[in-house]
Nanobody, 117 residues
Framework: QVQLVESGGGLVQAGGSLRLSCAAS????????VGWYRQAPGKQRELVAR???????NYADSAKGRFTISRDNGKNTVYLQMNSLKPDDTAVYYC???????????WGKGTLVTVSS
């Protein structure tokens, strides 16, 4: 059974930082790409950042220069370090994983990030 569990969300003031974690089980993590997505109230879910099995990263324009995605294959965990947070970053953040050669995207249940002004 595949599980993705996000953690690290919370309430932070504008300009502050948070580090989100996505812990995976039930998949071959070392050959899985992982992405962080977010969904703000009334908006569509959007990609924030993703990392390939070999560590290649890409970011949404809104995340460049402020967010960093990383992975620890020994812990089956992907992180999203978020700095210089803005109220517009307020959303539920989800992680998603897909293993190379498979077609299924697995999703976690999300963690809420609230940035106050």
């Amino acid at each position: 059974q595949v599980q993705l569990v996000e953690s690290g969300g919370g309430l932070v003031q504008a300009g502050g930082s948070l580090r989100l974690s996505c812990a995976a089980s039930g998949i071959t993590f070392s050959i899985s790409g992982v992405g962080w997505y977010r969904q703000a109230p009334g908006k569509q879910r959007e990609l924030v950042a993703r990392i390939t099995p070999v560590g290649r990263r890409n970011y949404a324009d809104s995340a460049k220069g402020r967010f960093t995605i990383s992975r620890d294959n020994g812990k089956n965990t992907v992180y999203l370090q978020m700095n210089s947070l803005k109220p517009d970053d307020t959303a539920v953040y989800y992680c998603s994983a897909r293993t190379i050669g498979e077609v299924t995207d697995y999703w976690g249940k999300g963690t809420l990030v609230t940035v106050s002004s």
